[in-house]
């Protein structure tokens, strides 16, 4: 029986399956072959890989190098022999098919999700809410309210955590007392770590704020550079780092001259500036005009 899964991607590339009897790799012995020349040549010895990303386009690298190879039998290229090939298969559609899984999870108190076997952070302020999730092989997408909330790379790590210290800011901008106690506090930017342990009270607070304000900016990288430039200009509070942080990210920009393409044209515009002579005259001769009276006296 077909799963449901595999009977769209058939439809939607449109093409039959010809199943083999399990566990009989001699009724496909060309695949079978393909797959061993990969391996001993591609992945021997068994490499050791810090990022899949980089590592897949390695090796799609060194397959697309192997088209050049000439065929064992025939002679010729395989990229011509796969050119040809080509030519007798159907064409993609337009639309790439989308594998995925949906789910729909409930945000714990702390402000996570679990799937499969890894938690991930959203916020806390999303507490007993439940969002919906789209399971991709390589990454998940969080949905609350019909909007895309977040997306993570999808762990397969056993007893996982996935978390971002800037959804916690607002939290933490209530409770500024519990910043260093926090599971994600040593995500946050180093100097700023040192910063929030040395000050406390409405002096973290305004901390906190004003480092939501950079990254709701979306300038996390200019964080430290913010502080670190107070830090030079003496002991540094929320209002000269803000004022720092501006100077980096919004510096005084002056317009450059206006090149004009042609020299403007004049046409003999003489204008009569003795109506402005009245304005200078000299008042202080002039007659005052007559006060009020006040009351049992007369006007000066």
């Given at each position: 029986?077909?799963?449901?899964?595999?009977?769209?991607?058939m439809?939607?590339?449109?093409?039959k399956?010809?199943f083999?009897?399990?566990?009989?790799?001699?009724?496909?012995?060309?695949?079978?072959?393909?797959?061993?020349?990969?391996?001993?040549?591609?992945?021997?010895?068994?490499?050791?890989i810090?990022?899949?990303?980089?590592?897949n386009?390695?090796?799609?690298?060194?397959c697309?190098?192997d088209?050049?190879?000439?065929?064992?039998?025939?002679?010729?290229?395989?990229?011509?022999?796969?050119?040809?090939?080509?030519?007798?298969?159907?064409?993609?559609p337009?639309?790439?098919?989308?594998v995925?899984?949906?789910?729909?999870?409930r945000?714990?108190?702390?402000?996570?999700?679990?799937a499969?076997?890894?938690?991930y952070?959203?916020?806390?302020?999303l507490?007993?809410?439940?969002?919906?999730?789209?399971?991709?092989?390589?990454?998940?997408?969080?949905?609350?309210?019909r909007?895309?909330?977040?997306?993570?790379?999808?762990?397969?790590?056993?007893?996982?955590?996935?978390?971002d210290?800037k959804d916690?800011?607002p939290s933490?901008?209530?409770?500024?007392?519990?910043?260093?106690?926090?599971?994600?506090?040593?995500?946050m930017?180093?100097?700023?770590?040192?910063?929030l342990k040395?000050?406390?009270?409405?002096?973290?607070?305004?901390?906190?704020?004003?480092?939501?304000?950079?990254?709701?900016?979306?300038?996390?990288?200019?964080?430290?550079?913010?502080?670190?430039l107070a830090?030079?200009?003496?002991?540094?509070?929320s209002?000269?780092i803000?004022?720092?942080y501006?100077?980096i990210?919004?510096?005084?920009?002056?317009?450059k001259?206006?090149?004009?393409l042609?020299?403007?044209?004049?046409h003999?515009?003489?204008?009569?500036?003795?109506?402005?002579d009245?304005?200078?005259?000299?008042?202080?001769?002039a007659p005052h005009?007559?006060?009020?009276c006040?009351?049992?006296?007369?006007?000066?």
């Amino acid at each position: 029986m077909i799963a449901d899964g595999f009977y769209r991607f058939m439809l939607h590339h449109r093409f039959k399956a010809d199943f083999c009897t399990p566990a009989k790799g001699n009724e496909k012995g060309n695949v079978e072959n393909k797959v061993g020349y990969t391996r001993r040549n591609m992945l021997v010895p068994i490499p050791v890989i810090e990022d899949f990303e980089i590592f897949n386009k390695e090796l799609l690298t060194r397959c697309d190098a192997d088209l050049e190879r000439e065929h064992y039998e025939r002679g010729t290229l395989i990229r011509e022999l796969w050119e040809e090939d080509k030519q007798q298969l159907l064409t993609l559609p337009e639309h790439e098919y989308e594998v995925f899984s949906y789910d729909s999870l409930r945000v714990d108190k702390q402000g996570f999700i679990k799937a499969d076997t890894t938690k991930y952070g959203l916020s806390p302020e999303l507490a007993g809410q439940v969002v919906q999730v789209k399971l991709y092989f390589d990454k998940i997408e969080v949905f609350y309210d019909r909007c895309l909330l977040k997306t993570f790379r999808r762990s397969y790590e056993k007893n996982g955590e996935d978390s971002d210290w800037k959804d916690y800011l607002p939290s933490l901008v209530k409770k500024p007392g519990a910043t260093e106690h926090t599971r994600f506090f040593g995500q946050m930017p180093k100097l700023w770590q040192e910063y929030l342990k040395s000050i406390k009270g409405r002096e973290r607070k305004s901390a906190l704020l004003l480092l939501s304000e950079i990254i709701k900016d979306g300038n996390e990288t200019l964080c430290d550079d913010a502080l670190e430039l107070a830090w030079e200009h003496g002991k540094p509070d929320s209002d000269n780092i803000r004022q720092c942080y501006m100077l980096i990210a919004k510096p005084e920009s002056h317009p450059k001259p206006l090149h004009l393409l042609s020299a403007p044209s004049q046409h003999g515009y003489s204008p009569d500036l003795s109506v402005y002579d009245s304005l200078t005259t000299d008042w202080s001769d002039a007659p005052h005009p007559a006060r009020p009276c006040n009351r049992g006296g007369v006007a000066k």
